[in-house]
């Protein structure tokens, strides 16, 4: 599951499923690895989809490798980069992360232009909206379970054990689909208070996702005005993602950006991203520009001055001009 659950993640049904034969593997090119072309018979895979400009993918990835480390015998692993803004980015990583991404690595096919095939029969096809993303494949060639790699381990356990019980998970997917859509439909209807209490449903049915899900009472209780509520729901994902900086980095932004809000929590905005900033060593340029965005609100002009300089120079071309921008409207306002 993605670092803080969307709105949308819980409202479309899915046209891939657990059981559902697994679509063919279709890479654009083989980074690591021995390449593999089709599922065999009798053999068990993992596909994980992840991005070079993912946070929590690069968490993610040794635990992975521990993963394909302990079930060498029984799984295949397979890391399939996709939603890149750059693919000439993917090999210069996977080289660089060496022995801790220790499985196949594979790109995203995207000769046909859009944003891949994979990215297309794989995860969208599985209303997967963000990543990290893990599809377990049964010898069969079905896909047994969807989710968070993260929460791989038990699932491998069981199913190289023999006792992972499929058809349970996939009455556990279509729960999950019925919670979706009666989500969808109380956020179509702008019906908060009934969206709020199939948050709660959805809790009491998956616990493991507890965290994540005080990420969305957060943005629903913003939509409400309830700025007390959406202020406890986000100190609660904070904690509950202590160690994962996207997900904290993109809480602090939709308190400082986010439009119609009426009560800013600057203090908690600056702690939550100082913590963020801390978490990456102050080497992320999208970080640090919502850190100087945080004190510049909080009227620290000459601090916000200092951490925006080095954003800018922590940037990339696509993002060094918007950076640069802001730097330039934090010193004319100073």
């Not at 480390?69 to 210069?92: C, L, R």
């Not at 896909?143 to 998970?169: C, N, R």
Request: aromatic fraction near 6%.
């Amino acid at each position: 599951m993605a670092a803080v659950m969307s709105l949308s993640a819980w409202t479309d049904a899915a046209k891939l499923k657990v059981g559902d034969p697994a679509p063919p593997l279709v890479a654009g090119k083989w980074v690591k690895g021995e390449p593999v072309t089709k599922f065999e018979p009798g053999k068990m895979y993992v596909v994980e989809f992840w991005a070079t400009w993912c946070g929590p993918c690069r968490v993610s990835i040794p635990h992975l490798t521990e993963l394909q480390h302990k079930y060498k015998d029984e799984v295949t692993f397979i890391g399939m980069s996709v939603w890149e803004n750059n693919q000439a980015d993917v090999e210069p990583f996977v080289k660089e992360m060496g022995d801790k991404m220790d499985y196949r690595v594979a790109m995203d096919d995207v000769s046909e232009g859009g944003r891949g095939k994979m990215a297309e029969t794989w995860m969208a096809a599985a209303e997967q909206r963000g990543i990290p993303a893990a599809f377990l494949v049964d010898k069969s060639g079905k896909i047994a379970w969807i989710g968070h790699p993260m929460a791989l381990e038990a699932v491998l356990k069981k199913a190289v054990a023999g006792t992972f019980d499929s058809a349970q998970q996939a009455a556990t997917d279509t729960r999950k689909q019925e919670l979706s859509q009666k989500l969808g439909q109380a956020l179509q209807s702008r019906d908060l208070d009934s969206a709020l209490k199939v948050v709660d449903e959805i809790e009491q049915f998956d616990p493991a996702v507890a965290g994540q899900l005080q990420g969305l009472r957060f943005q629903i209780n913003l939509e409400k005005k309830d700025y007390p509520a959406a202020y406890a729901a986000a100190a609660k994902a904070a904690e509950a993602m202590n160690d994962n900086p996207q997900a904290l980095n993109e809480i602090a932004w939709t308190i400082a950006d986010k439009e119609g809000i009426e009560q800013r929590d600057l203090d908690m905005a600056l702690k939550i991203a100082e913590r963020a900033a801390e978490l990456t060593k102050h080497q992320d340029a999208a970080i640090l520009d919502t850190l100087a965005r945080v004190h510049f609100d909080k009227g620290n002009k000459a601090k916000a001055i200092e951490i925006q300089t080095v954003a800018v120079e922590k940037a990339d071309d696509s993002l060094k001009q918007e950076l640069q921008a802001t730097l330039e409207k934090y010193k004319s306002a100073s």
